[in-house]
């Protein structure tokens, strides 16, 4: 039995109220033997803008996961508002979740426009109407300052703008909490300023906003800051101020004579093995008045409940959104697909192409075995066999080769378009279709032009079955294709498993 919560009281209140997360006691076992998440508790109040730094191998990361609920732990609790169980209700709360995640995952054939009109078909409710689409697409681009660039192709893009881009995709529905994983990586330090500008500027509008950042120099942006040592401990939680105050009392007397205190020593201390272990840094940080303030007085007598049913009382009615059918996923992601493949010239002419060229090595095998292989007289049925074997296989390839990048190249994309709504029937079959009408076009080439290099015995009917043996023939390695590159990795990858 599921207790449901009111989505409509959270998407409200990122305009206003915002939306706070009490957690407790998170532990993230992967083995028997290792912890990578060390009886993490935290409390985000409403509007706060939370950064999340440390060493590496601090389970930054997989904390910010942990508390979006994408890689939940394998202990604690996680209460949104202060009766909204993350893991048991994650369902019904996953649209008011944004996680923009470190690489740009969007897609650079389209315009900014375009991007942002297809995220929001599939993201906002199906009874939204075009004007409000619209009007909500315009007021993120004004949001992001990227309205001036509304049909500029992605790609020609700068670094910057391409990743305000991939946030503006979050923000179409207004999510209450926001995670980002990383967002600086890779920009130079003015894009950098600028972008923990426009974090500071969506948490006064009323969102929680977390972020994952090696970059320390806008820190003091943010009002908390999270800090991780090596082994996923915490050894601070509190403003940024206050931070560099409680760790500059563990600096000897000339590096305080030498330069005044920054994050980036921070670093340097939790290195250092005669300061203490993980663990001794934890407990310096729970006897410091910082952890009663922050951590322990806020959650105090906030201890979720254990019971079903008390939970179920506590949690309020969920008034459901309308969420985009399965159909109507499947027809926008096929004409997203269409607009995709013809902004790809090049690759759409290598399909159109590819067909017709390959079918083409039967005037090749024609000047070698004769144009009439079955004739009664001058025909040999062991050529006629090598003729069948080679468009068999060449039938077989050409399929396979037209779909083998054709899900492995969007993986990203649809793991983050699944963690909203987006149904994995629709989405494998707006990529089948179009495997299909494929088929049927080079089935057509390599019929054709393998009537054009032999004379081929009988008439309209023996040509009709002939096509569909070859339309089979190249709809197989069509659907092998797809399999391969559900499978494979990465893009490169598929050189490793391909059967081709």
């Known amino acids: 039995y599921r207790f449901v919560v009111d989505e409509t009281e959270l998407s409200q209140s990122d305009q206003s109220e915002g939306v706070s997360v009490d957690i407790f006691g998170l532990n993230k076992w992967v083995s028997k033997s290792l912890n990578i998440l060390q009886d993490i508790s935290l409390v985000f109040q409403p509007k706060e803008f939370i950064v999340v730094v440390g060493q590496s191998g601090g389970g930054k990361s997989t904390l910010v996961d942990a508390i979006a609920g994408y890689r939940p732990a394998t202990q604690g609790r996680i209460l949104v508002n202060g009766t909204i169980d993350v893991y048991k209700e994650f369902d019904a709360i996953r649209s008011n979740i944004g996680y923009v995640p470190q690489k740009d995952i969007i897609h650079m054939e389209l315009t900014l426009f375009e991007a942002l009109d297809y995220a929001a078909k599939l993201r906002m409710p199906a009874d939204t109407t075009k004007e409000e689409r619209i009007k909500r697409i315009e007021e993120v681009m004004e949001d992001l300052d990227l309205a001036h660039r509304r049909d500029t192709q992605i790609s020609q893009l700068s670094g910057g703008q391409q990743k305000r881009v991939s946030i503006g995709v979050e923000l179409l529905n207004k999510p209450g909490f926001f995670f980002l994983d990383e967002p600086t990586s890779g920009l130079d330090p003015g894009m950098e300023t600028e972008l923990m500008h426009l974090m500071r500027r969506l948490a006064d509008q009323g969102r929680t906003i977390v972020m994952i950042t090696h970059a320390t120099k806008n820190v003091m942006l943010a ?209 089948t279709w179009l495997a299909f009408v494929l088929a049927f076009y080079q089935a057509i080439c390599f019929t054709v032009i393998r009537h054009i290099a032999f004379q081929m015995p009988g008439g309209t009917e023996e040509k009709l079955f002939f096509f569909i043996t070859e339309f089979l023939l190249v709809l197989s390695g069509t659907i092998v294709g797809l399999f391969c590159s559900a499978l494979t990795p990465s893009v490169i990858g598929i050189v490793h498993t391909s059967p081709f």
């Not at 800051?225 to 082994?231: C, D, E, P, T």
């Not at 000339?254 to 980036?264: G, L, P, Q, V």
């Open 223 to 431: 009002d908390k800051v999270v800090f991780l040592a090596r082994g996923g401990f915490l050894t601070w939680f509190g403003p940024p101020e206050e931070a560099l105050t409680y760790f500059d009392q563990y600096r000897s007397e000339r590096d305080r004579r030498s330069s005044s205190m920054e994050f980036d020593h921070i670093y340097t201390l939790l290195d250092k093995e005669e300061l203490g272990s993980g663990q001794e840094w934890v407990d310096r940080y729970k006897n410091n008045a910082a952890y009663q303030k922050y951590i322990a007085g806020p959650l105090a007598g906030k201890m979720p409940l254990q019971k079903k049913e008390d939970a179920r009382s506590a949690a309020k009615p969920l008034v459901q959104r309308n969420q985009v059918s399965a159909l109507r996923q499947f027809l926008i992601l096929s004409q997203r697909n269409v607009k995709i493949m013809t902004r790809d010239l090049f690759s759409l002419a290598l399909l159109i192409l590819i067909a017709p060229m390959m079918a083409s090595l039967d005037f090749v095998l024609a000047s070698g075995v004769g144009r009439d292989p079955t004739g009664f007289l001058n025909g040999q049925f062991n050529q006629y066999v090598v003729t069948l074997i080679s468009i068999t296989n060449t039938s077989v390839l050409v399929g396979g080769l037209a779909m083998m990048r054709e899900l492995v190249k969007e993986r990203e994309i649809y793991k983050r378009e699944r963690r909203v709504n987006l149904k994995l029937s629709s989405y494998i079959m707006s990529k």
